[in-house]
């Protein structure tokens, strides 16, 4: 309770001013809508003559979902680099609290942010011919929350070392291209170059983006095409961003601890 | 008892000494100045003693928590009002405190209670639900304060309460803050450079390049800088000075376009002095000393001069815009 009570009261602030500003809402509508118009009518039209051995949507709908996961963790861990510019990170830093407790309330905050939006996707994936069954959504969400989770524990990580918010987005636009791009989410990585390989295996982008497929297409394709394209194993994919998110919160906390 | 006991603290950051060896204690439900210059030393006292910076050396204690060691303790005993603002400006009023007070550990069961009781205190009760964005800066600054107290702190810290506010708004904030030790018996310390905010405090310690130069109450501190204050002006400034001179009875000082005159008793000096002095003279004021003149005594400089550094200003406007 003692340890709980500070992480739900951060969480909380979190979600309120997410509550109150409109346009981040709307967007969050928006973003996956455009996504999924951009990429369900017009990707699909020119690539679907690929040779994957599956139809290209299905192929890209969980990059979409990782990307828009992506986008929407690493801008809610803004907050923190707002917090400290307009001095109430210092409120929160002088109260009787732990930084682990400051630190998951906010990773917290982004990830449920981030996996609602990942949720509204995974709402409107009929529309565009994707085909989810009801049996993978469960575990589908929980890597929805897993991913959110370690994409929301770098922002946090990054957050805690800027001092202004242009140059945490100036960061946050160099790091989010090669994550996706390196992540699996346009191209399978079972036969790129050795550097490419290297980043991708430290890029949680990549194990989100795994995972998901295997989830989602377990039943639809043969296990042998599924298997030429996939990386890891579920489990071992869970474990990954499980570390990661420690890590990253881990570095965040020393961070906190360095800079107040 | 003294809710606060500081001993030989030292905060270096590399070549820079902020605070060089500074001791005091407040006592229980008095208010305790910190006077001095911007750069003096006072926010980063502030800092060690809320347990943000970790002093480099010497000791402080809260309520007998110690800084460095019982952080937490020290925390709960600590309402802190910052410098700079620090309010979450989209959530209301109500919010900000409910937020502080959670994290405090306030119980459910009494919250309620402490919210109405903190913000009748300021006046904000009827704003309560109100986006702290469109709150004045007096408001907010009120609101910080009934913040700060609704964990029931053993001492209140304010830095620079009233900086970036207007005239009128600092008068306001003073009757809260004169309500807050009448009322509660609320021990306060607050650093501030204007000198006249000083004259409310029981005690003062003037604060000069990290080392305090005095210590005392705003009456005894004046009463050092020997009685009343002379100043005249002429347009033959060197036949003046010569003339006074010869003279005694009093303490002679120069400033930029006229001469001081510290007497004992300046009422019946002055008439005296007039008689005496065949220069032309232009202009003479007598008044009672200051604790600019205090200031001035015990660094030899004014504090106004320290004041009006561009780069100072520049800050200064900054944070108006920002409340």
């Given at each position: 309770m003692k340890f709980l009570q500070p992480i739900y009261t951060i969480w909380q602030r979190e979600i309120i001013r997410y509550w109150r500003d409109k346009t981040r809402i709307i967007s969050t509508l928006i973003q996956p809508l455009m996504f999924l118009a951009i990429f369900g009518a017009g990707l699909s039209q020119t690539?679907?003559?690929?040779?994957?051995?599956?139809?290209f949507v299905q192929f890209m709908y969980p990059g979409i979902i990782a990307m828009s996961v992506m986008g929407v963790a690493f801008f809610s861990t803004i907050s923190t680099v707002w917090d400290r510019e307009f001095g109430f990170l210092k409120e929160i830093l002088v109260a009787p609290v732990s930084r682990v407790s400051v630190a998951l309330g906010k990773t917290l905050g982004a990830t449920t942010i981030a996996s609602l939006q990942a949720l509204i996707l995974l709402v409107l994936a009929p529309f565009i011919g994707v085909k989810i069954s009801l049996i993978v959504i469960p575990e589908l969400l929980l890597f929805m929350i897993l991913l959110s989770f370690a994409i929301s524990g770098m922002g946090l990580l990054v957050a805690s070392l800027m001092r202004t918010t242009e140059s945490f987005g100036l960061l946050m636009q160099i790091l989010i291209f090669p994550m996706f791009f390196i992540s699996?989410?346009?191209?399978?990585?079972?036969?790129?170059?050795t550097w490419m390989g290297l980043l991708a295996k430290i890029n949680p982008l990549t194990y989100g983006v795994d995972a998901f497929r295997q989830i989602l297409l377990s039943n639809q394709v043969p296990q042998n095409i599924l298997d030429s394209f996939s990386l890891h194993s579920i489990p071992v994919n869970a474990l990954f961003l499980l570390g990661f998110s420690a890590l990253m919160v881990g570095a965040a906390v020393i961070a906190f601890n360095k800079k107040s | 008892m003294n809710i606060i006991r500081v001993e030989n603290l030292i905060k270096t950051f590399r070549d820079f000494?902020?605070?060089?060896g500074i001791s005091f204690e407040v006592k229980k439900g008095e208010i305790f100045g910190f006077l001095?210059?911007?750069?003096?030393g006072k926010s980063t006292t502030i800092n060690i003693l809320s347990t943000l910076l970790p002093p480099t050396e010497g000791n402080a204690f809260i309520n007998d928590f110690d800084v460095l060691s019982q952080k937490d303790e020290v925390r709960r005993s600590i309402g802190l009002v910052f410098q700079d603002p620090s309010l979450d400006?989209?959530?209301?009023a109500e919010e900000n405190l409910h937020f502080h007070a959670k994290l405090y550990g306030v119980p459910s069961d009494v919250y309620e209670e402490r919210e109405k009781e903190v913000l009748q205190l300021v006046d904000l009760w009827d704003r309560?639900?109100?986006?702290?964005?469109?709150?004045s800066g007096g408001m907010k600054r009120r609101l910080e304060i009934a913040r700060g107290l609704i964990h029931y702190p053993s001492v209140l810290f304010l830095d620079e309460?009233?900086?970036?506010?207007?005239p009128q708004t600092r008068a306001h904030l003073w009757d809260y803050i004169l309500k807050l030790k009448h009322d509660k018996q609320m021990t306060i310390f607050m650093t501030t450079h204007y000198m006249n905010e000083a004259e409310y405090c029981d005690r003062i310690a003037i604060i000069d390049h990290g080392k305090i130069v005095a210590l005392d109450t705003p009456a005894q501190l004046k009463k050092a800088v020997g009685g009343d204050i002379i100043t005249i002006k002429s347009s033959d400034m060197n036949s003046l000075k010569k003339e006074l001179a010869k003279m005694s009875g009093f303490n002679l000082r120069e400033e930029a376009d006229s001469l001081c005159l510290e007497v004992n008793d300046g009422e019946s000096f002055l008439p005296q002095l007039m008689r005496e002095i065949t220069t032309v003279i232009d202009t003479v004021e007598l008044r009672k000393p200051t604790l600019d003149d205090v200031f001035l005594r015990m660094t030899?400089?004014?504090i106004r001069e320290e004041e009006a550094s561009g780069k100072e200003k520049m800050r200064r406007e900054m944070k108006m815009r920002r409340r």
């Amino acid at each position: 309770m003692k340890f709980l009570q500070p992480i739900y009261t951060i969480w909380q602030r979190e979600i309120i001013r997410y509550w109150r500003d409109k346009t981040r809402i709307i967007s969050t509508l928006i973003q996956p809508l455009m996504f999924l118009a951009i990429f369900g009518a017009g990707l699909s039209q020119t690539l679907s003559a690929g040779n994957f051995g599956i139809d290209f949507v299905q192929f890209m709908y969980p990059g979409i979902i990782a990307m828009s996961v992506m986008g929407v963790a690493f801008f809610s861990t803004i907050s923190t680099v707002w917090d400290r510019e307009f001095g109430f990170l210092k409120e929160i830093l002088v109260a009787p609290v732990s930084r682990v407790s400051v630190a998951l309330g906010k990773t917290l905050g982004a990830t449920t942010i981030a996996s609602l939006q990942a949720l509204i996707l995974l709402v409107l994936a009929p529309f565009i011919g994707v085909k989810i069954s009801l049996i993978v959504i469960p575990e589908l969400l929980l890597f929805m929350i897993l991913l959110s989770f370690a994409i929301s524990g770098m922002g946090l990580l990054v957050a805690s070392l800027m001092r202004t918010t242009e140059s945490f987005g100036l960061l946050m636009q160099i790091l989010i291209f090669p994550m996706f791009f390196i992540s699996g989410a346009f191209f399978p990585l079972t036969a790129v170059p050795t550097w490419m390989g290297l980043l991708a295996k430290i890029n949680p982008l990549t194990y989100g983006v795994d995972a998901f497929r295997q989830i989602l297409l377990s039943n639809q394709v043969p296990q042998n095409i599924l298997d030429s394209f996939s990386l890891h194993s579920i489990p071992v994919n869970a474990l990954f961003l499980l570390g990661f998110s420690a890590l990253m919160v881990g570095a965040a906390v020393i961070a906190f601890n360095k800079k107040s | 008892m003294n809710i606060i006991r500081v001993e030989n603290l030292i905060k270096t950051f590399r070549d820079f000494t902020a605070v060089d060896g500074i001791s005091f204690e407040v006592k229980k439900g008095e208010i305790f100045g910190f006077l001095g210059p911007n750069g003096a030393g006072k926010s980063t006292t502030i800092n060690i003693l809320s347990t943000l910076l970790p002093p480099t050396e010497g000791n402080a204690f809260i309520n007998d928590f110690d800084v460095l060691s019982q952080k937490d303790e020290v925390r709960r005993s600590i309402g802190l009002v910052f410098q700079d603002p620090s309010l979450d400006d989209r959530l209301t009023a109500e919010e900000n405190l409910h937020f502080h007070a959670k994290l405090y550990g306030v119980p459910s069961d009494v919250y309620e209670e402490r919210e109405k009781e903190v913000l009748q205190l300021v006046d904000l009760w009827d704003r309560k639900k109100e986006l702290v964005r469109n709150f004045s800066g007096g408001m907010k600054r009120r609101l910080e304060i009934a913040r700060g107290l609704i964990h029931y702190p053993s001492v209140l810290f304010l830095d620079e309460p009233t900086i970036g506010l207007d005239p009128q708004t600092r008068a306001h904030l003073w009757d809260y803050i004169l309500k807050l030790k009448h009322d509660k018996q609320m021990t306060i310390f607050m650093t501030t450079h204007y000198m006249n905010e000083a004259e409310y405090c029981d005690r003062i310690a003037i604060i000069d390049h990290g080392k305090i130069v005095a210590l005392d109450t705003p009456a005894q501190l004046k009463k050092a800088v020997g009685g009343d204050i002379i100043t005249i002006k002429s347009s033959d400034m060197n036949s003046l000075k010569k003339e006074l001179a010869k003279m005694s009875g009093f303490n002679l000082r120069e400033e930029a376009d006229s001469l001081c005159l510290e007497v004992n008793d300046g009422e019946s000096f002055l008439p005296q002095l007039m008689r005496e002095i065949t220069t032309v003279i232009d202009t003479v004021e007598l008044r009672k000393p200051t604790l600019d003149d205090v200031f001035l005594r015990m660094t030899g400089r004014s504090i106004r001069e320290e004041e009006a550094s561009g780069k100072e200003k520049m800050r200064r406007e900054m944070k108006m815009r920002r409340r």
